[in-house]
């Protein structure tokens, strides 16, 4: 891998990310009723609107003034101010709320390829048989639900019905020590993160093992086998390495639907990160939120497209340009 | 004749080694002489570095060899693939041993079962291929009872495989010397940096700078990853290096320096070697044996030079003649009309029956028996017990030989250039 | 082999009688394609007339048990917040989820093979341009691009907007999906565009002397219908999926109650919170149900239809 290569696709990576920003713009700017959706905000006094209107240059023509208004604020960080937040900087209301998004979706991701990439690799390895087709049936299963549909019947079951966990938000109020405050997200973040993670697992879990049997007709596992190595170590070092590198593509792709699924997840559970606040800026047609939300969560998807293409790229030697 | 290589491990005085070179692998003159007199190129040093290998090593036997057995012996061997579509008589009854220090070319048409024999030795076989019967006695342990672990003690270190294609036989994530240091490493139990020093010996002794020891099987040609098939196959010291299709997928000219870098290292390193091949003019070159195969048995074998020169089998003449002769007055190449049997259900009697130009009524009834006379053995009903290797009966033409005229098997084929 | 077309050339349409019980045949052999077909079956009778099972849609006016009742004789799957018959919703809601699924389905197929056709074909500068559109929406999931989309389309459009009886919530739905989901279709139709074009160069004889558009129609999207077809199908899973979890998230129609939308109210009444399982199962198991079935069944047309060398199952 060489540093063309990583510097060809960062360029790519921002070329995308300039285009969600035009996206941005053709979405917030050029459709009919726009400026008024911006700047309208009952929390704002009018002279700042005013002040703010004169900033953007919404009196101005689209192109060019506003358009590269648009971009430079955009990128200082000036995303406008929360309708529902009561004008909070819609920049400042989204990192809040990304702490904990972060946290779940982290762990859930972490945790669903460790385990997903093991379930697979042993299922596709093996001679097939009743275990592997009830796992295979299981993963086919749990891919085909989404998140929220996993998450409610845990609440039903565990929360409400034996009341092992708490049935939503990330704390309980109350002053605690550092941690007891600990112990209690812990308690509160145990069924969303199972949800999350099960919902992912069943992915890749069917790929990985579709990946796998691909891998075991390669002519270089015959000559492991031929050198005499376990059967073990040829899984291990032989068929492992080679098998991983579609499922690094594929797990960059998923992260979009990783991250779609997270808001659901986070409805059902009442967590506070991006997914629940987007809802709520849906419901209060906040657009300077939503957007704000939006550029955040495209661009972070962007980038770990890019960090997938840089680990495949050192994963693969046969990648040179 | 058959010298013990293992005796060459223990020496490491270089005269004594010369010495036993000359004994063991009954080379001519001249090339003895040149071994004794070379200047001590760096070729030179790479063979001694690797017969160093070899003498710490001190190659001992497996514990279970019994002394005086012949080094590979198999003996009737039958190996069925199980399809949807019936079950493929891929190997039906083949027998053939090898010397130490021999080398045994296994000739024949793709399908003839040459690789799945090769295969069956070690049992690398895919999963619907059965070995249904026969024995393959390595040093006298027959290899076909073991187990799946036991087999394992065998792979490698008694028996190698250079596989053809090496674009696919190599693992494209993990570096050449890394992959030439792993069975020294996982089989021998040497720590991981003696390993990959000895695999860049070894890289040295086939051809390949150190440099490039370091680079990924894509990043190598095609002449250069099969050096480096070889030298993994010679990790670990193996007695019996089986070649399939070693070069095959290379053009002649890489083709002519594989050949004859396993030449040397056979010479050199006193290795036996079972090179699989349609191509004639590879076992021409490099081997004692040969054994032609057809559909799934054997139809002739002996030595390079009987075969050559005085083909008994008709399908061994055909494939001779098919076989362009520069020296030769101009002839048209020879087809063989038809095609090899469906295995899944082949003709009772010889399957080479139905192609053959001189069957006979108890052809396609009987299964020829093989007749051994000096130094080649024939299954062919030409060839009847008790005869001495002349053909006994004058074949008339038949309803299959009707179209193709009746060529008399010529008792002198005009001479070849056949290394002794 | 296909349904249509198995040379290059023109594709044949006689002898489709034939050809198609030996398909029909095929599919249902296998265990994914049967238990797909099944289930699919099952769920399009009761989409196709839903009325015909269980009556009218409840409304809130019509609704007549008491406020989240377990299932009973009378309601077998319960009651939700306002007292209406959840087997009734459930039912109805076979309809609204697999229409909404058809409709955005047709709109990313045709986006979808339009654009990996002409990617394909035609190649270049036009190529590169689609690519990296395609590339863009890939990055980005539906589902984000969603959030933003329909509420800005909604507003432009205005809520009170129908188009041939649909209205405009639900509308901007399949639009949003379509609009969003057409790149890997592309992507996958392109790469088989591209491998034609290859063959066609060798069958150039028969191509000679006709114009772009005509080589499209008559060569090559006989070749390709095949993948359409499976692509098609896999297709309505992930709109299934989508729509469910859109309707969820609260972009649905309260008065057209697919499956998500009846989620988004039992998550909005607290169902899980009061343990209010009845409400729940019913929609979520005729989600999971339909997205797997079309999954199995995708995947059996795949394979039957676009046999590939070495395959091994």
Known sequence: ?321 | MSVDPRDLARSTDEALVDARLQDATAVPESSAADVATAKRSRRERAIEAALQIRGRRQWAPPKQAKPGAPLLEVRDLKTYFRLESGTVRAVDGVSFQLDYGEALGIVGESGCGKTTTALSLVQILPPNARIVGGEVNLMGIDLVKKTENQLRRYRWREISIVFQGAMNALNPVQRVVDQIAEPIEQRLGEPKATARAKARALLEVVGIPKQRGAAYPHELSGGMRQRAMIAMALACDPAIVIGDEPTTALDVMVQAQILELLERLRRDLGLSLILITHDLSVVAETCDRALVMYAGRVAEEGAIGEIFRRPRHPYTQKLLSSFPNIRADRRTLEVIPGSPPDLRAPPPGCRFAPRCTFAMAVCSEVVPPEITFGDVRVACHLYPPGSDGAQVTVPRPNAIGASVPLVEPPPDLPPMEVPA | MGLAGTELGAGRWSGTGRRARDFAARLLGRSDGLVGVVILGFFTLLALSPSLFVGPLQTVLSATGTPLEPPTSTYPFGTDELGRDLLNLTVHGARISMLIGLMATLITIVIGSVVGIVAGFVGGAVDNALMRLSDFFLVLPTIVLALILAPIILDVIGPQAEFLGIRATLLVIVIVIGLTSWATTARIIRSQVLSLKERMFVDRARVIGSGPGRIMRRHILPNVVNLIVAQAVLTFATAVFTETTLAFIGLGDPAAPSWGQILNNAQSAGAPGLGAWWYIVPPAVSVVLVVLSFTLLGNALDDVLNPKTGQRR
Not at chain 1, 155 to 173: C, V
């Open chain 1, 1 to 321: 891998m060489t540093a063309r290569y990583i510097l060809r696709k960062f360029a790519q990576a921002i070329v995308t990310v300039i285009a969600i920003v035009l996206l941005n713009f053709v979405l917030f700017r050029m459709m009919p009723g726009s400026p008024e959706r911006a700047t309208k905000n009952p929390h704002l006094t009018p002279e700042f609107v005013a002040a703010e209107r004169a900033k953007w240059g919404l009196d101005k023509p689209l192109f060019p003034n506003q358009l590269v208004a648009f971009i430079g604020s955009t990128a200082t960080g000036d995303l406008g101010y929360s309708i529902k937040y009561r004008g909070q900087p819609v920049t400042e209301v989204v990192m809040n709320a990304a702490g904990p998004t972060v946290l779940l979706i982290g762990l859930g991701e972490a945790l669903a390829i460790v385990v997903g990439l093991w379930l697979g690799a042993r299922s596709g390895w093996g001679r097939g048989g009743a275990m592997d087709r009830i796992g295979n049936a299981f993963s086919l299963i749990f891919y085909s639900m989404p998140y929220f549909v996993i998450g409610m019947p845990l609440i039903i079951i565990f929360a409400a019905g034996l009341h092992w966990f708490p049935t939503s938000g990330m704390t309980t109020p109350g002053d605690k020590t550092v941690v007891a405050a600990i112990v209690d997200i812990a308690r509160h973040l145990v069924l969303p993160l199972t949800a999350v993670t099960l919902g992912l697992v069943g992915a890749y879990s069917i790929l990985m093992r579709s990946s796998i049997i691909d891998t075991r007709s390669e002519d270089y596992i015959t000559t492991a086998r031929a050198k005499g190595l376990p059967n073990g170590r040829i899984l291990r070092s032989h068929a492992f390495p080679n098998a991983l590198l579609p499922m690094v593509t594929l797990i960059a792709i998923n992260l979009g639907y990783v991250v779609a699924g997270a808001i659901t997840a986070e409805i059902v559970f009442n967590w506070p990160g991006l997914g629940l606040l987007t809802v709520q800026a849906l419901d209060a047609r906040d657009y300077p939120l939503l957007q704000g939300i939006f550029l955040l969560i495209a661009v972070c998807v962007v980038f770990a497209n890019f960090a997938a293409d840089i680990v495949y790229g050192y994963l693969d030697p046969r990648v040179r340009f």
